[in-house]
């Protein structure tokens, strides 16, 4: 499975995590991006700015900045937002996120 193409897991199409936004599945993404270059940046601005411009008139799509161990993000995405944002300078990786479940 490539960075940007919807997984294949039992119970697709989306799980309950994933929204749906007119026509497009939006899956949570944890998105892995470059430290911001100044130390001055705001962090929360620097990462919307990996988000695609078809998102600027929704609320943010960010559901969590990380900033300790790595700078990055979750969001909700489409894949092909995805492969938008692979191609944006600073971008490193972005894997769907999934919740495991031990089994019995």
């Not at 962090?43 to 600027?56: D, E, G, H």
């Amino acid at each position: 499975m490539g960075l940007a193409e919807a997984p294949k897991w039992r119970g697709w199409p989306p799980s309950p995590r994933s929204t749906i936004s007119g026509s497009i599945i939006l899956l949570p993404y944890i998105v892995r991006v470059d430290p911001p270059p100044s130390s001055s940046d705001d962090l929360f601005s620097y990462y919307q700015r990996f988000l695609p411009k078809t998102t600027a008139d929704e609320e943010s799509r960010i559901i969590h900045a990380y900033d300790i161990i790595f700078k990055g993000f979750a969001a909700r995405l489409s894949p092909e937002e995805v492969k938008a944002m692979e191609k944006i300078p600073g971008f490193i990786s972005a894997e769907v996120s999934v919740v495991a479940y031990l089994a019995r």
